[in-house]
Nanobody, 116 residues
Framework: QPQLVESGGGLVQPGGSLRLSCAAS??????MGWYRQAPGKQRELVAR???????NYADSVKGRFTISRDNAKKTVYLQMNSLKPEDTAVYYC????????????WGQGTQVTVSS
């Protein structure tokens, strides 16, 4: 079973920054994404990056968050700037591919709390 291990979450004040990392045991053929789930809400896509480097973002984070991937390190990053209280959630790393058959994997999640 492939593993995705997130790190970098924590408590930050509004307007602050955090950088999440996800180290993956599978990587090169996978679209990598970050999702989040706030209490009482459904899990939602935050940002996604394809194997070719194409990205897409939720409207709520455009201009504030940046997703990137380092194929040599098998790691995907989420740089989060200008954080708001509404960004508070558990953030999950996701790996998805349809090459050689559909596969979808999740990390265990990392808590991000934006509060003064």
């Amino acid at each position: 079973q492939p593993q995705l291990v997130e790190s970098g979450g924590g408590l930050v004040q509004p307007g602050g920054s955090l950088r999440l990392s996800c180290a993956a045991s599978v990587f090169s053929i996978y679209t990598m994404g970050w999702y989040r789930q706030a209490p009482g809400k459904q899990r939602e896509l935050v940002a996604r990056i394809t194997t070719g480097g194409d990205t897409n973002y939720a409207d709520s984070v455009k201009g504030r968050f940046t997703i990137s991937r380092d194929n040599a390190k098998k790691t995907v990053y989420l740089q989060m700037n200008s954080l708001k209280p509404e960004d508070t959630a558990v953030y999950y790393c996701n790996a998805n591919t349809v090459i050689y058959g559909p596969k979808n994997y999740w990390g265990q999640g990392t808590q991000v709390t934006v509060s003064s």
